[in-house]
């Protein structure tokens, strides 16, 4: 425990642990000291001087943020002395910074325009002429203007230490310094995530998103704070928008469960939801042609084909879901399906079954703020850094800040295997339950396991004593983890639980609610259905999925098999065009709703935009199609009365609300965790099966996986945002340039 | 009271009126013969806006949004854009400039808080008040309107006075 000490600032005593830094002390007691260059979590850097007080018995001003507050500490941050340095360092920055304000997006929650409003003087002593640079574009995504810069490196440390990256860097020296990738006078561009970390944490206008250039200034748009939408992490983000159009995204100051960051998507992929290419009216095929109609012709059509084929066999109309629904629209399908449809196929289109996860749990998931604070970490499988990017910083956070061990299984050399991982056992594709088996195993049959996974058995005995070693023990699972495998890791921490040792799971599943849409009741079946297009199933109904892009022919000759296809969808996808009606939708931004993100906490997603009226939430077209049929499934009106209905059905939701939502951010909700003991023969046995299926001709895949291979990667949704297609186009003359993939 | 004091009163009373009445009719006339005559306006009229531009003809306005955010009544609505061509090619002073300027005149009070708000004397009020439109929508004046106001200025029906020298307090 450390001890605390007992300072005075401006007369006030204050108590702080010992060895933290004055200012954090400072701004969380509401004492203002103005500053630059220091951000949480970040290394002191004492670049921008701003932040100077007076200690008693120091002969000269000291940085407040360097300085560890002692026991007996006097500080005054108010005198005149301190009050005239801060005039100065305003006075030397503004030297050479240009007015340019009005044409600055930043204009308006700049920090250099609050610190001079709140300490700067009228006019600058300085009048000598002021470096003219012109701007550069290190990227698609992020604009540098040097001449904006203050240079207190905060973009240059968050991408080094929060982001792993060292994309940026000082250029130059003296008067003359800017920041970004080395080579950026001839035109070198950023090879990095395009996170944008470095743009949000910038106190001035130097770094700035080309995405949102010049569309709207921050007192002009409306912000709405909502759940991003693509990976299963659930960031929060402040959604800007203008009138009816889409401005950007931002996260300066936001308290979600991430904090300020955000990835690359989460930043920049959410602009589609402006797209032209959104479709604004149902379409009906008439005469082999898909042509714009009604919305009443729609679903009078739908109707009476659905119940004309669900009167002849109920199971004959199926209804899939996707795993980027919300809660609220994948409870009204599942409950559609099953109370009005009365059919037993329907469900989502998945990869991984989390189910067998899920019911055979035996420790709880750990949140993301439980992770930061993680021991010793042992990950089998997965590539957080390209497909779940605030999972990965977390890792990174624990292994930075707290020393954690990062004992890392994984069949291909990611990112965090080569940097963070104390221990990387590179182990051939798909012998994931051979390590796992060795780790239940008694120690006899190692070199049997490490000839299967084609590691050395001395590998596999120090990652067991390395995890039987641990106290806090976190379990990360990938999605390369499935089946049997899935389901004997599940159960695994009944092993390694006991009174020393705390275990906690957290898995990396791909699609933002794939884990609520599985609470909601659409179980991950869609490949199975598939088999039965055409014979068993003669109409679909298909919500949000885009199979024949993800899977490509197989999906696409099934689907033709069918009497009627009904998909609702924003886009005209490639799904979509073999549809017989179409619906539009509301995006993520023009509805309300709940996702649940990868840890199992409930976020909310509030509306931003009003839509144009003519697309529908996808709960609403299901209330229409029932009404028209004459089906009752309890229908519900809005999405926070779904969201009761919810709370009431499943036992995990129960005690959520949309007002306890509003108050609380990010609520986890309660997994059923086993607790009868476990058998290390029967997990044993659970994988043989899976043990047997491993390939082994197959060789290391010795190639590191190159950065952007999944943050790039164009989706129905991500190829309808414009950076997003030059990043990819861009990461392409990059592979074909180099050779490599 | 007589009847000879009531008349003597109230003669008294007219010829004090009337004295003020004729005293008015040598005098020069107030009222302006418009559309007649030009009508008398101050220099400082808050008029019909436009558009300024500087010496070779670019427009000034950098697409700031200060003016619609001074504007209480919410009457300006601006669209930016970018365009990255040299000085010479391009039609804006700066980089930055508006796609779409339009001002609702039928929102706008003409209190000039958006040409006090101006940090690059884009926006100036001209002296044109003959606002008057047929069609509700005509009303909202877009960019290229508001740019020809300035060219309008010299056969708008008006004769600018200036305050500052009628008054004798120029220099």
């Known amino acids: 425990m450390t001890e605390t ?61 360097t300085v560890q507050v002692q026991d007996g500490m006097v500080v005054t941050t108010q005198s005149e002395e301190v009050l005239e340095a801060r005039k100065g360092m305003l006075d030397l920055i503004l030297g050479n910074h240009p007015l ?48 904006r810069c203050v240079r207190c490196y905060r973009c240059i440390r968050v991408c080094d230490e929060v982001m792993d990256v060292h994309a940026l860097g000082r250029i130059f020296r003296g008067a003359k310094e800017v920041i970004g990738p080395y080579g950026i006078d001839k035109g070198y561009s950023l090879d990095c995530e395009q996170c944008g970390y470095c743009v949000e944490v910038c106190p001035v206008g130097a770094l700035l998103s080309v995405d949102s250039r010049f569309r709207s200034r921050p007192w002009d748009m409306r912000e709405t704070i909502t759940t991003c939408q693509h990976c299963a992490d ?125 019911a055979n749990l035996t420790a709880p998931l750990a949140t993301h703020a439980e992770v930061k604070k993680a021991e010793t970490i042992f990950m089998l499988g997965g590539d957080p850094t390209e497909n779940n990017p605030l999972s990965a910083m977390v890792i990174r956070y ?66 067991g004593k390395a995890i039987s070693d641990s106290k806090r023990l976190l379990v990360v699972i990938g999605p390369e983890v499935n089946g049997a495998t899935l389901e004997v890791a599940a159960r695994f921490a009944a092993l390694l639980k006991s009174d020393s040792r705390e275990v906690k799971y957290l898995i990396l599943p791909p699609y933002n609610n794939s884990v609520g849409t599985l609470d909601m009741g659409l179980r991950p079946n869609g490949h199975e259905l598939k088999s039965l297009f055409g014979t068993k199933i003669k109409a679909l109904y298909l919500a949000g999925s885009n199979p024949v892009e993800q899977y490509g022919n197989s999906w696409k000759e099934a689907l033709s098999k069918l009497d009627l296809l009904v998909v609702a969808d924003l886009f005209m996808t490639e799904t979509a065009q073999l549809a017989d009606v179409v619906f539009p939708v509301n995006s993520f931004a023009e509805l309300d709703g709940t996702y649940t993100n990868a840890v199992g906490q409930v976020q909310r997603v509030n509306r931003a935009l009003e839509g144009t009226g003519r697309t529908r939430p996808d709960w609403m077209i299901i209330n229409m199609l029932a009404k028209e049929m004459g089906l009752e499934f309890g229908a519900r009106g809005s999405a926070a009365s779904i969201f009761r209905d919810i709370a009431s059905e499943i ?91 | 009271m007589s009847i000879i004091s009531d008349v003597v009163e109230t003669v008294k009373a007219i010829t004090t009126g009337l004295k003020i009445t004729f005293s008015y009719i040598p005098r020069q006339k107030l009222t302006n013969c418009y559309p007649d005559e030009p009508v008398e306006v101050f220099s400082a009229y808050r008029g019909e806006h436009y558009l300024n531009v500087d010496e070779n003809g670019k427009e000034r306005c ?20 970018e365009d990255l061509r ?58 290229e309107y508001l740019l020809k106001n300035r060219e309008r200025e010299s056969r708008l029906p008006v004769v600018i006075i200036d305050e500052v020298k009628r008054r004798g307090l120029s220099k």
């Open chain 1, 651 to 741: 036992p995990a939701y129960s005690g959520i609300s949309y007002d306890r939502l509003r108050k609380e951010w990010a609520i986890q909700t309660e997994r059923k965790i086993s607790t009868t003991a476990e058998q290390p023969d029967a997990l044993l046995s659970a994988l043989k099966g899976e043990i047997a299926k491993i390939d082994l001709s197959l060789d290391l895949d010795r190639e590191p996986v190159r950065q952007g291979s999944g943050l790039f990667r164009l989706g129905t949704l991500t190829s309808r945002v414009a950076v997003m297609r030059e990043a990819f186009k861009a990461k392409e003359q990059v592979e074909e340039a180099t050779g490599v993939r």
């Open chain 1, 100 to 147: 340019d304000c009005p044409i600055c997006d930043k204009g308006g929650q700049c920090e250099l325009q609050d610190q001079v409003f709140a300490h700067g003087t009228v006019y600058g002593r300085y009048e000598v002429k002021k470096n003219d640079t012109r701007e550069w574009r290190l990227s698609p995504f992020i604009a540098y203007d040097p001449q």
């Open chain 1, 234 to 358: 659930g960031c929060q983000m402040r959604l800007g928008t203008r009138g009816s159009q889409y401005v950007r995204v931002a996260s300066k100051d936001l308290k979600g469960i991430n904090g300020e960051f955000l990835c690359i998507k989460g930043r920049y992929g959410s602009s589609y939801i402006s797209s032209e290419e959104r479709l604004d009216n149902p379409y009906l095929r008439k005469d082999g042609k898909l042509v714009e109609v009604g919305w009443e012709e729609a679903i009078k059509y739908v109707a009476a084909r659905l119940k004309a084929i669900s009167a002849e066999d109920r199971d004959a109309v199926a209804v899939l879901g996707s795993p980027r629904l919300t809660n609220e629209a994948a409870f009204a399908l599942a409950s559609f399906a099953r109370k009005g449809l009365k059919t037993s196929n329907y469900g989502q289109i998945a990869d991984v079954d989390l189910t067998r996860f899920f």
């Open chain 1, 398 to 463: 624990a292994v930075r800040k707290n020393g954690a061990r990062l004992l890392m299984v994984n069949s291909r050399r990611t990112k965090i295997a080569r940097r963070q991982a104390e221990m990387f056992l590179h182990i051939r594709r798909g012998a994931e339950p051979a390590v796992l088996a060795a780790l239940i195993d008694s120690d006899e049959n190692a070199a049997r396991y490490a000839e299967l996974a084609k590691v050395k058995p001395e590998q596999l005995r120090r990652l």
């Open chain 1, 5 to 65: 000490v007992k300072i005075k600032v401006d007369g006030r005593e204050l108590e702080a642990p010992k060895g933290k830094l004055l200012i954090e002390v400072c701004l969380e007691n509401g004492i203002d000291i103005p500053n630059f260059c220091y951000y949480p979590d970040l290394t002191p850097q004492a670049a921008c001087r701003m932040c100077l007080v007076r200690i008693e018995r120091m002969p000269k001003l000291a940085t407040s943020c």
């Open chain 2, 86 to 143: 040299p000085y010479e090619e391009r039609s804006s002073v700066e980089e930055r400039y508006a796609k779409v300027y339009n001002i609702d005149y039928g929102k706008c009070i003409l209190c000039g808080f958006c040409v006090e708000a101006c940090p690059k004397d884009a926006i100036r009020h001209g002296h044109n008040f003959e606002m008057a439109v047929t069609n509700f929508s005509d009303l909202i004046k877009d960019k």
């Open chain 2, 62 to 81: 950098v697409a700031c949004f200060l003016c619609s955010a001074a504007c209480p009544a919410d009457a300006i609505y601006i669209e930016a854009a």
